[in-house]
Structure formats: structure tokens, C-alpha cells
């Protein structure tokens, strides 16, 4: 049973919906970031701060790794892990691409950047980061789904995408 991955910007609903995926169909869910933090023991906003963005990406590469190994999972993919080739490609080898679309001045307005370390730059420099990295979404994506107002109706929309 393919693995389905949530990929899209930070604070698009990855986790959010990736926990209600997982549960309407009966599945484990995975958030990439969540699982780098408890194999470190630190946040990754710590992992940032001690060892860069260059360590992070790849401890994301290995558990992305990892994970294109594992069947029948719901993974929240961290918003930069597609822009690697060779942390996105085994995980969609072995899976079902989401790309979540959400507008990125929405999420400025409604998602807290606080504890987000590439979340800090201000505005610019988000809308600059969503500018280079949504081409790689909708490359990667077998399915794009437009970000509703509750994640509940965005789940809906996957769901009918994927069934």
C-alpha cells in the first residue's frame, strides 16, 4: 500500500490534515519534522541554532530515506524537503504526492512563524521562499489540493483525489 505524502509550504495544513488523512483511512501519520526532532532530542529551531540548515537537510534526507522503505503511511513532508531530489524522490517512488496549496499571504496572516527558523525573515522574503519552491511542489505532485477553510473540507478534497 503506497505511502501518501503531504508536501507544500510551512503552515499550509500539512500535519493538520496529514493527522485527520490518517485517521479517516486507518493509517500511521508521520510529520518529517517531528520525527527528525525526536531522533535528535532537540527542536529543530535547536538544530538550526547548533548545526545549520545544511545538518537539518541531511538528517531530512535520511528519514526521507527511511521512510520510502516503510507501506501504508500518512506523511507530512517538512516544507523544504522536495526542493532535494534525493530526499523527495524515494519517498515519491514509493508513494502518492500531495502538493497542498495554500495562498502565502494567507498563511502569513492566520500561521505563527514564531519557532519556524526559516519563518523569520518577515514578508518578503517568505513570499520570495514560496516563489522558488512552488515549481517543486507542482512538479513532485501527482495531486494538488487547494487549501479550504477547514481542514476537515480540505481532507474531503483529497480524499476524492486519492479513492
Known sequence: MKNILLIGMMGCGKST?????AEQLGREFVDTDAL??????RSIPDIFAADGEDFFRVLERQTAGELARREGLVVACGG???MADAAIAPLAA???VVFLERDPKDILARVSMSGRPLGQGGEAAFLARYARREPVYRRWADLTVRSQ??????VNLI?????
Open 159 to 163: 480524499l476524492e483525489g486519492i479513492l
Open 36 to 41: 527528525i526532532e525526536a531522533k535528535e532530542g
Open 94 to 96: 514509493a508513494g502518492f
Open 80 to 82: 523544504g524537503l522536495p
Open 17 to 21: 490534515c496529514g493527522q485527520l488523512l
Open 149 to 154: 477553510p477547514t481542514p476537515q473540507e480540505t
